[in-house]
């Protein structure tokens, strides 16, 4: 099974290597993003000294990670799942040895990887031009790459519940955009939390998208401590266990109701 998914995960990601234009415009959109948001704060802090609580150092090292780390939290398979229900491969999906959250959890794993090595090149450029604040120890290291695999689980698992909603209709483009939306405002995308109201940030600790970006990031810099970091797990895994659930029953919902156009 294990074997099976990193196949397709490793198909996927072939598809995408394919074109080497799509590695270069893809780092270069995310370092004129980071550019842009630099630039931004560097002119709030040359105003005021204050850059919502960090220090320009850190708001640097902040959006660097953030967007070496966004397309783990945004990038996805929903796009796949709606184009398969809509031409009529899911049937052959469900008639797939691998269950169809298996399947499409190793078609991820290509997404993420690809992802990954964007996000990588995007580090790594962005830190010769800006630098960037390195980890206070080893074990801050450790958390915040556990607490970004712990979120895997969570980013696929929301998309899976968005992807079974074209079970329902012919068209999932605006969930997706709303699911991107959310997780962009939740998880400290588009700014610090601490930047936003009480009640939002009260609704943040809730959610669990804050896990997927601003989390890790706050354990880099070593403003988490590891007592809290143990409270972040506890939360990403009940989190987990519930959006499985919920995908679950979903899906046994939905698949009662599927309709094949062509295939």
């Known amino acids: ?14 598809q995408y290597s394919i074109y080497k234009s799509n590695f270069y ?87 993420l990887a690809f992802a990954l090595v964007v996000g990588i090149a995007t580090f790594i450029i962005c830190s010769v031009f800006w630098g960037i604040s390195l980890p206070v120890n080893l074990m801050n290291c450790i958390l915040f790459l556990l607490v ?8 696929f698992l929301l998309q899976m519940i968005v992807g079974i909603t ?10 997706q955009i709303f699911r991107k939306s959310v997780i962009s405002i939740f998880s400290g995308i588009i700014a610090p939390l601490t930047l936003f109201p009480n009640w939002f940030q009260n609704l943040a600790n809730i959610l669990p998208f804050k896990e997927l970006i601003y989390t890790p990031i706050n354990i880099w810099l070593g403003q988490i401590s590891t007592y809290e970091v143990i409270y972040v797990i506890i939360k990403q895994i009940i989190w987990g266990i519930v959006l499985y659930v919920i995908a679950k029953k979903f899906f046994n919902h939905a698949i009662k109701k599927i309709t094949i156009n062509g295939g």
């Open 148 to 155: 970004i695999i712990l979120g895997i689980p969570i980013t």
């Open 25 to 111: 415009l893809f780092t270069l959109n995310k370092i004129v993003e980071i550019a842009v948001y630099i630039f931004v704060w560097q002119a709030i802090y040359n105003q005021t000294g204050n850059a919502g609580g960090f220090t320009i150092s850190q708001m640097t090292t902040y959006y660097i990670l953030v967007f070496t780390l966004s397309s783990l939290a945004t990038w996805g398979i929903n796009e796949n799942m709606a184009h398969s229900i809509r031409n009529g491969n899911i049937n052959k999906e469900l008639l797939n040895p691998l269950s169809y959250f298996q399947y499409y959890f190793g078609v991820n794993l290509g997404e």
């Open 166 to 175: 074209g079970f329902y209709t012919s068209s999932i483009w605006g969930m």
């Open 1 to 14: 099974m294990l074997k099976s998914m990193l196949a397709l995960g490793k198909m996927h990601f072939r």
